[in-house]
């Protein structure tokens, strides 16, 4: 006759509060490092989207240079400094007879309400060379300097 050894069998039916809280930890981590992701997203977009309206801006009056050669030169007043020109002081102009000095008035208050009042814009034609340069305040992502200026030029022959 064998005799057997009493067996304790303790079957595991559930978790340890110890390993709901390591799974909640590690939850945790991941949240946080998602919504830290997610505020930086948001300001990289936002940052793009002002570098996208810059660059229609500067290809608008460019186009506009283009379309009336014999005037280019008169497009260089479309030049502009920061705080100079107020958003709430553009009005639409209506109408079809709109000459150069409108075309350029309207195009600076488009510069300064897609960018804001701090922007500012450079335009110069030497010999049919154009260079357009808009400037802006746009460093979100750096704390250290967050109002530090970004250009983009455009530079083409008309």
């Not at 830290?36 to 229609?56: E, G, K, W």
């Not at 801006?57 to 030049?79: E, F, H, K, P, V």
């Not at 010999?127 to 340069?133: F, K, L, Q, S």
């Amino acid at each position: 006759m064998t005799r057997r050894l009493p067996t304790f069998s303790r079957r595991q039916s559930g978790f340890s509060l110890l390993e709901v809280l390591i799974a909640i930890l590690v939850l945790a981590f991941g949240l946080l490092g998602f919504a830290l992701l997610q505020t930086m997203n948001v300001r990289f977009v936002q940052s793009s989207n002002y570098r996208t309206q810059a660059t229609n801006l500067a290809y608008d009056l460019l186009d506009q240079m283009r379309s009336n050669r014999y005037q280019a030169g008169w497009y260089t007043n479309a030049t502009f400094a920061a705080n100079s020109i107020k958003a709430s002081s553009c009005t639409r102009v209506l109408g079809d007879g709109q000459g150069v000095t409108s075309n350029i008035t309207r195009w600076q208050c488009q510069v300064v309400q897609a960018l804001g009042e701090g922007a500012s814009a450079t335009v110069q034609n030497a010999n049919g060379r154009v260079t357009v340069g808009i400037t802006w305040g746009d460093q979100r992502w750096d704390p250290q300097n967050p109002d530090a200026q970004t250009t983009f030029t455009l530079v083409s022959q008309l």
